[in-house]
């Protein structure tokens, strides 16, 4: 099961996922953030994961594919929140930090976005 909350705040789309991002779950993120960035045309992202427990490559490929989306309209794309280690070496082993910025918290996500 995923969770998604998402909040706009001063040109930054924040979206919250808890729970699991898993290839049976990626098609909740695609119609509620994906379409979102789309739509809306929204250049920066901030992923806070701190309350996701499990991720697949379906997952990170989704995240990515966000990233995509922000980098097309110039933007910047932050992960903030990686505490689960399994998460964390899944994380780190696709090399999805290659592309995206890290940051603890969401407020530290949110000024690497605005540098």
Same mark, same amino acid.
Request: overall charge positive.
């Given at each position: 099961m995923l969770e998604i909350t998402t909040e706009f705040r001063k040109g930054v789309l924040f979206v919250r996922l808890s729970g699991e991002?898993?290839?049976?779950t990626v098609d909740k993120l695609n119609k509620e953030v994906t379409s979102l960035i789309k739509d809306n045309g929204? $250049?920066?992202?901030?992923?806070?994961i701190k309350d996701l427990?499990?991720?697949d490559?379906?997952?990170?490929n989704a @995240?990515?594919?966000?990233?995509?989306?922000s980098k097309a309209n110039n933007g910047k794309v932050c992960v903030c929140g990686i505490k689960n280690p399994l998460v964390s070496q899944r994380i780190r082993n696709? $090399?999805?930090l290659k592309y995206m910025y890290e940051s603890s918290d969401e407020l530290g996500a949110f000024n690497i976005?605005? @540098?």
């Open positions: 991002l898993t290839k049976q929204i $250049r920066n992202i901030v992923f806070n427990n499990m991720i490559i379906k997952g990170i @995240l990515l594919y966000n990233y995509e989306l696709s $090399r999805l976005i605005n @540098l």
